[in-house]
């Protein structure tokens, strides 16, 4: 299991549509974790990370949602709230696992940051849905070197 000031090698995660996204490639990545597609929380959180791509995409930082719902409900929920994020199906648990993130039916609310070499800076455990994106953006935006 991977902790906070862990180096990240060759991670590779696979998006809904097809995109490979690695670790240490010069990008900070962003890793969220919820429960489930279109629900309440999980639609707030995605839709503030949306609202936000802009700003991310200025500091250089891939945003990816994982929860264990399949593709297709991942397509839906992108399609029914033209979300600017990526989404990662986990199934079988594997991504979650090397960050112990809890639960078997349902992920907990947890955030990974990662910088642009691999290093975990920043693990956040059961964060606010509403707020966390915000908080993530301002970490990224102290830690930064893109940061003006």
Not at 8 to 21: A, F, P, R, Y
Not at 23 to 48: E, L, M, S
Not at 50 to 56: C, V
Request: with cysteine; net charge positive; glycine share 6%.
């Amino acid at each position: 299991m991977y902790n906070e000031g862990d180096i990240v090698v060759n991670l590779e995660l696979k998006t809904i549509d097809g995109e490979t996204i690695k670790t240490g490639q010069n990008k900070w990545i962003v890793i969220y974790f919820y429960p489930k597609d279109d629900t309440p929380g999980c639609t707030r959180q995605a839709q503030n990370f949306s609202n936000l791509a802009e700003e991310f995409n200025k500091l250089n930082v891939e945003i990816i949602g994982i929860s264990r719902d399949g593709e297709n409900s991942h397509k839906k929920f992108i399609d029914k709230y033209n979300l600017k994020i990526k989404l990662v199906s986990d199934k079988d648990r594997k991504i979650a696992s090397l960050f112990g993130v809890e639960g078997k039916t349902f992920f907990s609310r947890d955030t990974i940051i990662i910088d642009p070499i691999g290093k975990i800076v920043k693990i956040w455990r059961k964060v606010s849905a509403s707020e966390n994106p915000y908080q993530v953006l301002e970490f990224i935006k102290k830690h930064s070197s893109n940061n003006k």
